[in-house]
């Protein structure tokens, strides 16, 4: 039962330009919405996040977009850099609950120089 | 920076052997975590623990394992009898809300 889903499992993308990493997700309870970046031998690393009562939030190079009516929230990095590259994680919560995250399959970023 | 920190590293262990994974979540925080990640699969959450009791947990987290906050500082996932299908990357986390969780580096656990 996949509720949070990243249908890209990779993407490509030259440096200085911009990435854009999509998730969708099917519960419409989840209502705390977060980005992770992780390395491979290392745990996620926090990013991002929104709340569901917001449709955008910005934090230096990252923009992390949300639609509710399409359940659908996406993460840009403007601009990318050969740093960025590790796989990106989007991740969801839903009310009440002690913060349990639902994570998706990722996304593989690569930043080419 | 505060961090959540994880021992082992790397843990072998044999099919049918107790393993205890340690974790040292930040010190303001109030919820803890375990959650698990299979080669080439996705994060999966394992259980929750708030206010020294489990909060929430999955169906992965039977009655072989187990989770405990022996004192102020460590945390501790407890799998009783390992089987082969346990071997996976255990990250610990923590958070001081129900908001963001922030993550160890992980245990990969090995059992042959």
């Known amino acids: 039962d996949q509720q949070v889903k990243q249908n890209s499992p990779s993407l490509s993308v030259q440096e200085g330009r911009i990435s854009i990493l999509n998730c969708d997700y099917t519960?419409?309870?989840?209502?705390?919405f977060l980005w992770y970046k992780k390395y491979p031998a290392e745990g996620p690393t926090f990013l991002i996040s929104?709340?569901?009562?917001?449709d955008k939030n910005e934090d230096g190079r990252f923009t992390v977009f949300l639609n509710k009516s399409a359940k659908h929230l996406s993460l840009h990095i403007v601009p990318s850099q050969p740093g960025d590259s590790a796989v990106y994680f989007c991740?969801?919560?839903?009310?009440?609950?002690?913060?349990?995250?639902?994570f998706g399959t990722g996304t593989r970023l690569q930043v080419t120089l | 920076e505060p961090e959540v920190t994880q021992t082992p590293s790397h843990q072998v262990t044999q099919m049918g052997q107790e393993v205890i994974l340690r974790c040292v979540p930040i010190?303001?925080?109030?919820?803890f975590y375990w959650y698990r990640q299979i080669l080439g699969q996705k994060v999966e959450f394992l259980v929750s623990f708030y206010n020294n009791e489990i909060s929430e947990k999955s169906e992965i987290f039977d009655d072989q394992f187990s989770v405990e906050r022996p004192d102020g500082s460590n945390f501790t996932l407890k799998i009783r009898s390992t089987k082969l299908e346990d071997s996976a990357m255990y990250f610990c986390?923590?958070?001081?809300?129900?908001?963001?969780?922030?993550f160890g580096q992980g245990t990969r656990l090995t059992v042959v």
């Open positions: 991740a969801a919560r839903f009310t009440g609950t002690a913060s349990k995250l639902t």
């Open positions: 010190s303001n925080h109030l919820y």
């Open positions: 986390a923590s958070s001081r809300q129900t908001t963001e969780a922030f």
């Open positions: 519960n419409s309870m989840f209502d705390y």
């Open positions: 929104i709340s569901s009562i917001k």
